[in-house]
């Protein structure tokens, strides 16, 4: 997946919009995806949820609001 967002924030929020339920399986296959650290994905998604524009819904598993 070539994602052509500035920041990581963007390339994830797209990503989780691309998918079927817009939900986010795994961190390990997302890292892969949009090839950024695992922590960095884990910032990003603690972001979100922070700020409400996602839930975690199990491990590993967030769902975009």
């Known amino acids: 997946m070539d994602v052509a967002a ?22 390990e296959n997302a890292v892969l995806q949009l090839r950024c ?3 960095q994905l884990q910032r990003v998604l603690k972001k979100l949820c922070a700020s409400g524009r996602a839930e975690k819904t199990g491990k590993g598993c967030y769902r975009l609001l």
């Open 6 to 27: 500035a920041t990581i924030e963007e390339r994830v929020v797209l990503y989780m919009q691309a998918t079927p339920g817009r939900e986010l399986w795994g961190i």
């Open 37 to 39: 650290s695992r922590r």
